[in-house]
């Protein structure tokens, strides 16, 4: 069974380089033993970076024992859906593909949000 996106499609490829998902397979998957449900793929930029280390969560430093090479500005990562929420409501969400990410993110977040929030290309 194909898994969806938010617009209803087939759930795309967020990125293999770096390689990201809950299960490092490129996608962003929504699974029961993902409690931080990794499921919005974004493309990060230097004010999200910086926004969530000060939460408490370092997307920037290299963590090779979790076979995490640390991100840069422009890298497309899975996101945990409550963490890009807040970001969100605090002006600086990254922008968002959403035919990479799952439908399970609207169970968190509104779709008109994610919409708002789109990559524009």
């Known amino acids: 069974m194909e898994k969806k996106n938010v617009l209803g ?8 380089e770096p390689i990201t998902g809950y299960y490092r397979n490129g996608i962003c998957d929504q699974c029961k033993t ?8 974004a493309e990060v930029n230097e004010a999200f970076l910086m926004y969530s280390k000060e939460k408490g969560n370092d997307l920037i430093t290299s ?14 990562w899975c996101l945990c859906a409550s ?21 399970g993110a609207l169970e968190v ?5 994610l919409e708002y929030h789109q990559l524009r290309k």
């Open 109 to 113: 977040i509104a779709m008109g949000d």
């Open 9 to 16: 499609g087939n759930l795309e490829l967020c990125s293999l």
């Open 34 to 41: 993902d409690s931080g449900q990794h499921t919005v793929c």
């Open 83 to 103: 963490r890009w929420l807040e970001a969100s409501e605090d002006g600086c969400a990254p922008p968002v593909i959403l035919e990479a990410t799952h439908e």
């Open 63 to 76: 963590r090779p024992e979790f076979n995490f090479p640390g991100l840069e500005p422009g890298d497309r």
